[in-house]
């Protein structure tokens, strides 16, 4: 566990000396629906709702952090996330982006643990004179320890599916 915070930490760092003020980063907060779907012999697929914090760079980079709960069995499932959205023209209703990162499981309470790492794309759709972004990305996760009694992920692979809306905060 201390290693997930020293990373978070480092993460969370390297954004704030390397990035743009966030006025020029675009900081949103979204909220989504999330589905899981193992892809290993016996594995099965489980759906929840998410919460996230982004910050993108003007340069295409940046991060986010998300959060889902999983209703059952009752998983939270956290994802720091390194970004890169592609440069599209200025009408453009579509911007696609890149996610690769690190992911936490955690089982009753976070009793039990499975960690991972994340790659996966997504696209924003931004809409006219509108606050809201809708978004959809997808993860392919490949988790490493294999725990007593984890049905979700047997230690194995899954792809992690988010459909939601974000909001721009901070005077965007």
């Given at each position: ?108 309470s976070f009793d039990e643990n ?48 988010n459909a939601g809306v974000k909001f721009a905060i901070?005077?965007?």
């Open positions: 566990m201390k290693g997930i915070v020293k990373g978070l930490s480092a993460l969370a760092l390297a954004t704030a000396v390397f990035a743009a003020p966030a006025q020029a980063q675009g900081t949103m907060v979204g909220v989504s629906g999330v589905g899981i779907f193992s892809l290993e012999d016996e594995g099965g697929s489980e759906f929840g709702a998410g919460a996230s914090f982004e910050w993108a760079g003007a340069n295409g980079f940046g991060a986010r952090l998300d959060g889902n709960y999983l209703f059952d069995p009752e998983t939270f499932v956290i994802n720091a996330n390194v970004m890169y959205t592609f440069m599209t023209s200025d009408g453009s209703m579509v911007h696609p982006y890149l996610l690769a990162g690190g992911t936490l499981f955690g089982y009753n499975q960690f991972g790492i994340s790659a996966g794309a997504g696209a924003n759709f931004h809409l006219q004179n509108s606050p809201v972004t809708p978004f959809v990305d997808a993860r392919f996760i490949r988790t490493f320890d294999k725990g007593e009694g984890l049905e979700l992920i047997p230690g194995g692979s899954s792809i992690l599916v901070g005077g965007n």
